[in-house]
């Protein structure tokens, strides 16, 4: 069997791309154009697209490299992990998924596909996803959090 190497944690990203990026992913879920659109002048089209492809990552690794055999690979598992990488490199270099709209749209899709049972509230699951993001951006950047 191959070896899991998506155990490896993700660096964490900065507060304000979590922000900036599920701002965007919100935005298009809601079908807010205006504030996508001032998202995505403000932050510049590649820049938005890897933070897009960036929080993607932190979506889809974890759902994919999950088990259920107590800790112990299995076939499914390897072939979860290969599925969630492969739809990351769809994400980086697919041509018809090319774009901040389209990888905030893949996101959306996957959160409501996967992570929402009867494809239940996807804007409630997006604001946890987010949540848990600016949780771990703000253990590893200490110096972005405010002081009151």
Do not use: W
Not at 69 to 81: D, I, M, N
């Amino acid at each position: 069997m191959p070896e899991n190497t998506v155990t490896t944690p993700l660096a964490p990203m900065e507060p304000e791309n979590i922000f900036d990026a599920f701002t965007y992913i919100k935005a298009i879920q809601a079908d807010d154009i205006d504030t996508a659109g001032a998202v995505a002048d403000d932050i510049g089209p590649e820049q938005l697209c890897r933070m897009l492809v960036d929080v993607a990552a932190r979506v889809f690794i974890p759902i994919t490299a999950e088990d259920d055999h107590g800790g112990e690979p299995c076939t499914h598992s390897f072939l979860a992990v290969a599925l969630g990488r492969l739809l990351l490199e769809l994400l980086c270099h697919g041509v018809c998924l090319a774009g901040a709209r389209n990888v905030a749209r893949t996101i959306i899709l996957f959160t409501e596909n996967i992570l929402t049972e009867d494809h239940g509230d996807v804007a409630d699951v997006l604001r946890q996803l987010e949540a848990a993001g600016m949780q771990q951006a703000m253990e590893a950047h200490p110096a972005h959090r405010t002081t009151a």
